[in-house]
């Protein structure tokens, strides 16, 4: 018998670029980022259409009990003093949990549970980082670089985005060249 072997998906562990599947892209820009910086003012100042982050994933079967695959490619940058990052979400189903991965760049992971206690991890090349259950997740570049990270999470998980309508209670900037976290007034 002739065995026929399969040509599985491929991330570059370099670029964090995935390969050899069909693939879903999307693409986050300072226009979708309304009210999610503290300096809206200097968030409306922006260029539109610049892109804060693209998301590249593995369009893989959604059914119950199944995982996606997916890289988040975080651009450098800021608004005002704070740092690009993504929106930020809690699951849907808030039980179920999600790993990243660090694959190149700095910055940090703010998780934040449901009770609004937040914490932070560094990321980079090669960080693992557990989000257990009912715990909201936040990407922040706070380097020169692409920070890229793959996630891998339950298909039925879900985004609820409207639960962070008052933000995080963490803030992160640069202030006297130097990354600073901040309580956040509204969080
Ligand atoms: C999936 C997940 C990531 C994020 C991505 C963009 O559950 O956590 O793939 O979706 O980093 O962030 P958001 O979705 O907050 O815009
Ligand atoms: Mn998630």
Not at 28 to 36: E, P, S, Y
Not at 70 to 92: A, C, D, Q, S, W
Not at 125 to 135: E, N, R, W
């Amino acid at each position: 018998m002739n065995p026929i072997f399969i040509q599985p998906p491929q991330v570059a562990w370099a670029s964090g670029a995935l390969s050899e599947g069909p693939l879903l892209r999307k693409s986050t820009r300072i226009q979708d980022l309304a009210g999610i910086f503290v300096d809206e003012q200097a968030r409306q100042k922006m260029p539109d259409d610049l892109i804060v982050y693209d998301v590249e994933m593995l369009a893989t079967s959604p059914a119950e009990g199944e995982l996606y695959t997916g890289v988040t490619h975080l651009y450098p940058g800021k608004i005002g003093h704070e740092y690009f990052m993504t929106r930020g979400h809690f699951h849907n189903r808030r039980e179920q949990g999600e790993v990243y991965f660090g694959l190149r760049g700095s910055g940090l992971l703010l998780l934040q549970n449901e009770q609004g206690e937040a914490r932070l991890e560094r990321v980079f090349a090669g960080s693992v980082h557990i989000i257990p259950g009912f715990t909201a997740h936040r990407l922040i570049n706070t380097g020169d670089d692409v920070l890229s990270a793959l996630a891998v999470w339950p298909a039925v998980a879900g985004h609820d985005y409207a639960a962070l309508a008052n933000g995080f209670s963490l803030r992160v900037i640069e202030e006297n060249q130097s990354v600073q976290v901040k309580e956040a007034k509204n969080g």
